[in-house]
Structure formats: C-alpha cells, structure tokens
C-alpha cells in the first residue's frame, strides 16, 4: 500500500465511509503522498529549490512510476508545484477504486435527494488502517517513526487530517515529527520539503475556493 492510499484511509469514516477532510485538503496531501515516497524510495531529491530526479527506475505501482515520469520528463519545479500538478480528483478516485478491488474498503453508490449522484468508501477489511493507526500511534507517543511513517505524519499535518483523524495527539510531538527535526539530513529535507509543499497547496486551493 502506498503512502497516499494510508492517507486515504485515515481521511475516510470507517463505518460511513465519508471524507473528514474537504477535498481541497485531501488531494494535495496525496500528490505530496506520492512525491514524498519516490523520494524516500530514492527516485527523486526533495531539496529547498527543486526537485531532482536521482533515478528513472519504476517502482512497480501504476500511480507512482507515473509521477516519476512526469517529473522525469518536465522541467525542474519547486516541491509545492510538483504537488499541484500531481495532485487531482480523478487521482483521488482511482486510488479508493484500487482500495476497493482489493477488499480494503466497499464502495457504495447512491444519490442526494433522488438526484445527485455520490460514493461512500466505508471499510470493508480494518485490518490494513488498524495497522497504520499502530505505526503513527507508537511514533507519537515517543518511538522513533520510520522515514514512512514520518511522512505519513507530515502530510497529514500539513492538509490538516491530524486533527480529525488523531485527535487526541500530542500536537507538540507532530510538529517534531513534521519538521523532521529527529531525522537524518537527507530524510528530514524530505519531510520538511513535503510538509511545506502540501501546506501552500491546501492554502491555495482555500483562496481559489473562498474568491
């Protein structure tokens, strides 16, 4: 499972199915989502400029080795504009589409008011959340989080699904963990880079929405 689909998961009511956070937060956190794991997998480096790719090897997941040709073939760009081109509602459905083959969640269609047409994701197997929700719960409660888990956090800070999704988190402890300040060089560039990329990209889509 991707980081963008464990941020998925988390953004979703486990019994309804509904989104927590508005889409105007989700999506950009699953374009960092994806930016943050190529580099984390060492396709691309994340630095305060740019983005540079490092290494064109497929990873092997449709979404992913699709961002890294995108990035591969386009001109160097800043994290935060990598996120808004990643980032889309046609992403966000494929993704919960793959959940759902997969028999992590159900998706259940129907229509507002007789007319509208809509989709729940309710869970339809808790197994796979119930283990994401053991590997950032142990990290904020002090364990050191893998570079993963750490960007789980980050992303999750920075589109403001903490909140919803952990409500009863230390908020100092996700700071820390979202700023990368525990982490080695390379990785806390990372975190720092996506954090900051995803948070301007919240922000921007909030001024577009309320103009």
């Known amino acids: 499972m991707t980081i963008a689909e ?13 989104q927590i956070i508005t889409s105007m937060q989700l999506d950009p956190a699953l374009g960092g989502a994806l930016l943050a794991e190529l580099a984390i997998s060492e396709r691309v480096r994340l630095t305060d400029k740019k983005v540079q790719v490092i290494d064109t090897t497929p990873l092997g997941d449709k979404e992913l080795d699709a961002a890294l040709t995108t990035i591969a073939e386009g001109k160097q760009r800043k994290a935060a504009s990598w996120v808004q081109q990643l980032q889309s509602g046609k992403l966000r459905t494929r993704l919960l589409t793959r959940l759902a083959r997969a028999g992590v969640l159900a ?15 309710p869970e339809a197997d808790g197994r796979a959340e119930a283990e994401i929700r053991e590997r950032v719960a142990a990290a904020l409660g002090g364990a050191e989080p893998s570079a993963r888990t750490a960007v789980l956090v980050a992303v999750m800070h920075a589109a403001k699904l ?31 880079a996506v954090n900051a990329a995803v948070a301007v990209a919240v922000t921007a889509a909030t001024v577009t929405a309320t103009s």
Do not use: C, M, N, Y
């Not at 008011?113 to 994701?121: A, D, E, I, V, Y």
């Not at 409500?167 to 982490?183: F, L, M, N, T, Y």
């Open 6 to 18: 464990e941020i998925l998961l988390l953004a979703h009511s486990e019994d309804d199915g509904k």
């Open 107 to 121: 998706e259940e269609r129907a229509k507002v008011l007789g007319l509208f047409p809509t989709t729940r994701w």
């Open 162 to 192: 903490d909140r919803k999704a952990f409500p009863g988190a230390d908020r100092a402890r996700v700071k820390e963990i979202s700023e990368g300040a525990w982490a080695a060089e390379a990785v806390a560039q990372t975190i720092a």
